[in-house]
């Protein structure tokens, strides 16, 4: 069984940064491909970005392009996510997850075998 660790949220101003970082407990996580997903009060879990296992392929969501930069490191079974210029509709809770069977749609959260507690970003006005 795989263990997926987020950290690094926490309660920001609307234009700060924050950096999220993810951690799976496997010895085959260089073969994953890793994405983070997210979910708003009252609202479904979406897509945020992912990236391949080799780190060579990304894919954002429409509100991440430009602000969010997804990052890993296969050396340390480390995936990052960087938010710059955070908005209070980025408030969420943030989840991370782990692609053991690609390649997939990686924006289709049925995609991810292996899912983190989450951790929680607020951002306030």
């Known amino acids: 069984q795989v263990q997926v660790v987020e950290s690094g949220g926490g309660l920001v101003q609307a234009g700060d940064s924050l950096r999220l970082s993810c951690t799976a407990s496997?010895?085959?996580?260089?073969?994953?491909?890793m994405g983070w997903f997210r979910q708003a009060p009252g609202k479904e879990r979406e897509f945020v970005a992912a990236?391949?296992?080799?780190?060579?392929?990304?894919n954002y969501a429409h509100s991440a392009k430009g602000r969010f930069t997804i990052s890993r490191e296969n050396a340390e079974n480390t995936v990052s996510l960087r938010m710059n210029s955070l908005q209070p509709e980025d408030t969420a809770v943030y989840y991370c997850?782990?692609?053991?069977?690609?390649?997939?749609?990686?924006?289709?959260?049925?995609?991810?075998?292996?899912w983190g507690q989450g951790t929680q970003v607020t951002v306030s006005s």
């Open positions: 496997s010895r085959t996580f260089s073969r994953y491909a």
């Open positions: 997850a782990a692609d053991p069977w690609g390649p997939n749609d990686l924006t289709d959260s049925n995609k991810y075998g292996y």
């Open positions: 990236i391949s296992w080799s780190g060579a392929s990304t």
